[in-house]
């Protein structure tokens, strides 16, 4: 496993620290490997929404069209 040595603020290591101390993670190594997880996971799922947007075409609608769908689906929901 490799190791990293970084400085945050002080700022950003009391909220570490009370993540920490909260019981939700085991120590502030932890705690970044999750955010990496989490970044990895978020990134893969853009990924996938891109490219199901780049097969899905061209479509037919106008900007505006588009944007008309999008509030009448908000305004029914």
Do not use: C
């Amino acid at each position: 496993m490799a190791t990293l040595s970084f400085n945050v603020s002080p700022q950003m290591n009391e909220y570490i620290e009370q993540r920490v101390a909260a019981g939700e993670f085991a120590d502030s190594d932890d705690y970044l490997r999750q955010l990496v997880r989490a970044d990895e996971a978020k990134l893969a799922w853009l990924r996938v929404e891109i490219q199901k947007g780049l097969d899905s075409g061209i479509s037919p609608l106008t900007v505006d069209e588009i944007i008309e769908q999008a509030f009448a689906k908000h305004e029914a929901a």
